[in-house]
């Protein structure tokens, strides 16, 4: 038999256009390839040929069907991984879920490998929602729902890929190459890719290799996207949270705290927030609306609201549960026909309520209203979670705030003098304001008494701290200063027994004092201070002096015990001020500025001396927190 009687149709075009030529021109070839027709199968060959006559021709062959078998496939997969890194680093730039998506489906909807294509996603429902869809063809569209499609589904429930070849209804369609492949992560199925390829041929193994390569590859993207997004996600809570919190502590009433909370959280967490606080106010303490004029309604629903009878709940979902978040869907068929008015007008589709809980009890309920069905997921809930304890201590911390203000309130108020002496000689004037800050009432005092029949002891001294311990301090250190003064042991041994008082209290270390007594036949004044804000001296027809002498160390630090008296003269008609740090003292102001301003106002009104509460509005600021305390003597 001749060679030629074994080749396939192309190799014989070939033997006949080509090698016969060469060969009665050269007498030799070599590397010919053939393909032969043998009965095993076609056989790729290489040969090399010798004319020996002229009607004869030697042959020597060699079988190169595994060895080109073996070149194609490895063509076949660099090939495939060099698609798969193309797509690799396209996913890299695509920060989203539908990014990736898309990126996918360009890489796969060719024509070759699919003309339609869709990537789906859970939305932990049991609902697939397309994220990404391209069509090449026309008679092709994207589905309205993956989850009609029964080899999606059989491929998610079984967490597969599928392949699969449909029959179409059309006459000239031909049949479809279906593909489903699931994505997968740590946590079981996420999604699904659904393909369709418009020929009768099925999809090759190389092909399929490909396609669940390539859904691999993307379901790491896709993780990897998802952690990003929880990640900025949690970040953004807990930026917001802090932000929050933040603006709670800056009010001090529990009130102030929870309209500040319901403030903050419309409309970033849904369209109306309640802070109902049973435990510790009658009615809601905190209410917002987006629109504020249907705030009415909302309090006149509220109670409606937030019965669980009024808010029929959605199988499964924890609505009794007094510790838990719970979803409400709100069903306004089945409210009372006012209440059904109101949730109408406020547009209210679903509750969300949150436990207030604070040291292991429950102070109340936040409710946040939706204007959407959209159900919660677990790590909202969470997130809901450490909001409301976070919230709820705040709201807790302010209640203890305002039981200690008015605790440290009332016992400064017993602390304090009843009254002041009266004499026709003098006049004085005095007046308290305590703080705003519950830790910042308690510690100012003031005190005025007669030593002798000539003589006027005046004192004026702030604790350092707030609250009922600085109200007791104070109480105690203007007992010991009167005791020391009333027995006659004049100003430099007064302060020194103060100071040594001081130093084994320790809560009155390094508290200030200011003690002067006035000579009232000779009319002066002879003063000193542990560490507190000069006097000030308005005398007729004079700028306002500051009475500057006699400066020495805050109380119970004064370890040598040696101390400055200063002495000063009182022009008939003067005043002399007195005053705490609460009066002048601003966060955002230098001490010696602001007790320049004093200066300036008392300048400007002199009658402001004598009228120590309108002092204290001329000097008022909305930096001014701590305690004051203004005590002014005028020698008649």
Known sequence: ?????????????SYESVVVPSLTANGELSDVAFELDLEQGVRHTVWAATVAREDEVHWIGIDITD??????????????????ERLSSHLLSAGSVESIGEVLLSHVVDGVKADRGIVAIGDGTGELEVVA????????PLPPSP?????????????VPLFDTLPTTGADDGDLQAAAIPLMSEDGVVGVVSLRLARATPHSAEEQDLLVAAADITSASIARARLHARLQLAAQRDASLSALLHAMEAETTVRDRAQCMADRLVPEYG???????????????????????LEPTVRRAHDHLRASSATPVRPGLDADDRLRVAYA????????????????ELGLQSLIRVPLVARARRIGTLTLGSATLEGVSQDVREFYGRLADACAL????????????????????????????????????????SGRDAFQVGGDWYDAFLIGRDRLGVTVGDVVGGGITAARTMGKLRTVARAFAVDGRGVAETLAGVHRFASTEDDAVASSMIYAEVDLTQRTIEYASAGHLPPVLVAPGADPELLSGGRGILLGLNRERTLQVATAAIPEGSTIVMYTDGLVERPSRVIDDSIRDLQRI???????????DALACATASVERTDDTCVLSLTLT
């Open 67 to 84: 060895r080109r078998r073996q070149d194609l496939e490895l063509i076949a997969v660099e090939r495939r991984l060099a698609r798969l």
């Open 329 to 344: 869907e709100v069903v306004v068929a089945e409210l009372a026909p006012d209440v059904a008015k109101a949730v109408d």
């Open 394 to 433: 705040s709201l807790d911390n302010a209640r203890l705030y305002e039981e200690e203000r008015g605790i440290a309130r009332q016992l400064q108020e017993v602390l304090l003098p009843d009254r002041l002496p009266a004499d026709p000689r003098f006049r004085l004037h005095h007046f308290y304001e």
């Open 271 to 293: 369209c109306m927030a309640a802070v109902d606080l049973s435990e510790l106010a009658p009615d809601l303490a905190g209410l917002r609306h987006v629109d504020r004029s």
């Open 602 to 612: 008392l300048r400007d009104d002199p009658t402001l001396a004598t009228r120590p």
């Open 1 to 13: 038999m001749t060679i030629q009687g074994l080749l396939t149709a192309s190799s014989v075009a």
């Open 133 to 140: 869809g391209q069509s090449l063809s026309v008679t092709l």
């Open 147 to 159: 989850g009609d499609d029964a080899l999606v589904a059989a491929s998610m429930a079984r967490g």
